[in-house]
């Protein structure tokens, strides 16, 4: 079974540029998540879909953070601009649904992001 | 709202040692819990969940358990050894019924010397 992909793996960019980040879930997973992982802390959810709406958006910065799911399947993640206290790693996550009996949750590779 | 906290916040040991993880968690009401483990600057990689209805979980060297009722869960690592040189993450799955998404802690970072 294929796990959640995430890309790119690495990026580097300048303060007040732009990124984007790709994820594709499990197949047929109808809940996607992302989470954001500073140095020294736990991930923090940033925000949670089920299929293509958003179920959880409250800790998403949103004057500068944006988030889809076009279609219920891959989602984007995108800082613009970015700053400096955006450097971490961004998580994706997919579970089959939000009610936990019917499944736990998968988790991607990451994408570590240096803002310089 | 729930809280999980990991303690210590860094380990270090010398090979051979056993050694116990600590998680506490404020709201006993959680579905599962699972341990996960992070290399610097890489994504998780799942170790132990141990589902409401269990007391505990093995995989090889690692034994975890929970009690709800108390709000804690320990990992134990047996004999350790360098490559288990790692963050350690503990995470809460919510209820069922709420619908909402994992919750972790900040992890203990775990150094092993040879």
């Known amino acids: 079974e294929a796990g959640v992909a995430q890309s790119p793996r690495y990026k580097i960019i300048e303060k007040r540029q732009s990124v984007a980040f790709w994820c594709n879930p499990i197949s047929g997973h109808a809940t996607l998540y992302w989470y954001q992982q500073i140095l020294g802390q736990g991930p923090k959810l940033l925000i949670q879909?089920?299929?293509?709406?958003?179920?959880?958006d409250s800790q998403l910065p949103k004057d500068r953070f944006s988030a889809e799911r076009l279609k219920g399947v891959d989602s984007t993640l995108k800082i613009q601009p970015a700053k400096l206290e955006d450097s971490a790693v961004y998580l994706c996550?997919?579970?089959?649904?939000?009610?936990?009996?019917?499944?736990?949750?998968?988790f991607g590779q990451g994408t570590r992001l240096t803002v310089v | 709202k729930q809280e999980v906290t990991q303690i210590p916040a860094a380990l270090s040991v010398p090979e051979g040692e056993n050694l116990v993880l600590n998680c506490s968690f404020t709201?006993?009401?959680?579905?599962?819990l699972q341990w996960f483990r992070q290399d610097p600057g890489k994504g998780l990689t799942s170790l132990l969940l141990i589902q409401s209805s269990q007391r505990e979980q093995t995989s090889g060297r690692l034994n975890a358990s929970l009690d709800k009722s108390s709000g804690r869960s320990t990992l134990y690592i047996a004999a350790s050894q360098p490559g288990d040189s790692a963050t350690y993450l503990c995470a809460v799955y919510p209820p069922n019924q709420a619908g909402t998404a994992l919750i972790f802690g900040k992890g203990t970072t775990l150094s092993v010397s040879s």
């Open positions: 879909f089920q299929n293509n709406g958003v179920v959880d």
């Open positions: 709201d006993s009401a959680i579905y599962n």
């Open positions: 996550a997919s579970s089959l649904d939000r009610r936990w009996d019917r499944g736990k949750a998968f």
